[in-house]
């Protein structure tokens, strides 16, 4: 912020005369970085072990789902680091603009970079929980809809994921001036946090046709999204309840139902653990007043989701969290040995 800028004035004159200090932990931009840093340091763990599991645990009748949750863990263990160490997004929803108070920023990369960087591994992690649908429905026989050359699955992949990165490409190369885009959000949000001056806030849209363009493209995003995880979750619910094929056992049958359950379960849970957040924070927002508090919340759902949706493949999948439990008999078999041994050796003396 430079010391003859319009923000700087309205920063030595206005902000600090008439706005309030929010000191509240979570509010600052350390206090929010210190949360999503313990947030990473609790779920990699956890995401290396679900990572091992699904490598040396998965039996022979999980094989053809092992590659897409290895993937998916992948993908959630990489945006875990990303979103709790490097880029922790600091928003002023509903305003387009925000900053990263991670390390990239002590870094010296450049806001958007960071920020574009942040929605491409999003990007990939999305196309990867719909990659687990296509596949269930894929494994299904008698499927009309499968994709089984791996050219076809190429492009699926393709379309999927440049059909997210490339619509919303060009709001990077059209952002606005960043001084006069900053004094427009202040006309109605006349005492934000601290951060809004001294931290990189980058405005990606000030009003007009690109604020209307981000926000029409992200829903047509979201939309397709949906829409691709119900078709192949109705394309399995057909071919196993409705067009059952004769050349599949009863057996077999029973566990893709239970397969296609399982993964409904996995998934659904991380989303509703972002969800009820976001509810409840919309449902503060609808007051008409703005509470960083709410956005903030919103930042450690949203680096969390990684986190527990690993969690949940260990959990769900019962060869994992047969593993998991059998090291907990172990360890207290150990004791109870200890114990006994100790108790013997009493009634010896």
């Known amino acids: 912020m430079q010391s003859s800028s319009p923000l700087y004035n309205y920063y030595l004159t206005f902000y600090n005369t008439n706005c309030s200090l929010?000191?509240?932990?979570?509010?600052?931009?350390?206090?929010?970085?210190?949360?999503?840093?313990?947030?990473?340091?609790?779920?990699?763990?956890?995401?290396?072990?679900?990572?091992?599991?699904?490598?040396?645990?998965?039996?022979?009748?999980?094989?053809?789902?092992?590659?897409?949750?290895?993937?998916?863990?992948?993908?959630?263990?990489?945006?875990?680091?990303?979103?709790?160490?490097?880029?922790?997004p600091y928003s002023f929803s509903p305003y387009m603009a925000s900053f990263s108070a991670g390390f990239c920023s002590d870094l010296g990369v450049p806001t958007a970079i960071q920020l574009f960087t942040m929605f491409t591994i999003s990007s990939v992690v999305q196309v990867s929980i719909i990659m687990l649908f296509k596949n269930r429905s894929n494994f299904i026989k008698g499927n009309k809809f499968q994709l089984s050359r791996n050219f076809y699955k190429t492009i699926w992949i393709s379309v999927n994921f440049f059909g997210r990165i490339f619509p919303l490409t060009p709001i990077y190369f059209n952002l606005p001036e960043q001084t006069a885009a900053k004094m427009h959000i202040l006309k109605t949000l006349p005492c934000p946090t601290k951060e809004f001056f001294l931290e990189p806030v980058l405005v990606f849209a000030?009003?007009?046709?690109?604020?209307?363009?981000?926000?029409r493209a992200r829903s047509i995003i979201n939309a397709l999204t949906t829409f691709q995880i119900l078709f192949f979750s109705a394309t399995c619910i057909?071919?196993?309840?409705?067009?059952?094929?004769?050349?599949?056992?009863?057996?077999?049958?029973?566990?893709?139902?239970?397969?296609?359950?399982?993964?409904?379960?996995?998934?659904?849970?991380?989303?509703?653990?972002?969800?009820?957040?976001?509810?409840?924070?919309?449902?503060?927002?609808?007051?008409?007043?703005?509470?960083?508090?709410?956005?903030?919340?919103?930042?450690?759902s949203f680096v969390s989701h990684s986190g527990v949706a690993s969690l949940a493949i260990l959990l769900v999948h019962a060869p994992y969290r047969k593993f998991l439990m059998s090291m907990f008999r172990k360890e207290q078999k150990v004791q109870i040995s200890h114990a006994s041994s100790n108790f013997s050796l009493v009634v010896r003396v």
């Open 22 to 88: 929010d000191d509240r932990f979570l509010v600052s931009k350390s206090g929010l970085a210190l949360t999503c840093n313990i947030i990473g340091l609790v779920a990699l763990p956890i995401q290396i072990f679900t990572g091992y599991c699904i490598l040396r645990k998965t039996p022979k009748t999980m094989k053809p789902v092992m590659g897409s949750l290895g993937n998916l863990n992948f993908w959630y263990t990489i945006s875990q680091i990303l979103f709790s160490f490097f880029i922790i």
């Open 206 to 215: 000030s009003g007009g046709f690109w604020e209307t363009y981000q926000t």
């Open 238 to 300: 057909y071919y196993l309840f409705i067009s059952k094929s004769s050349h599949v056992s009863a057996q077999t049958r029973r566990l893709q139902i239970r397969s296609f359950f399982i993964l409904i379960i996995q998934v659904f849970i991380p989303i509703m653990f972002i969800m009820i957040p976001v509810m409840i924070t919309l449902n503060r927002s609808k007051r008409n007043v703005h509470d960083q508090m709410n956005n903030s919340i919103m930042t450690i």
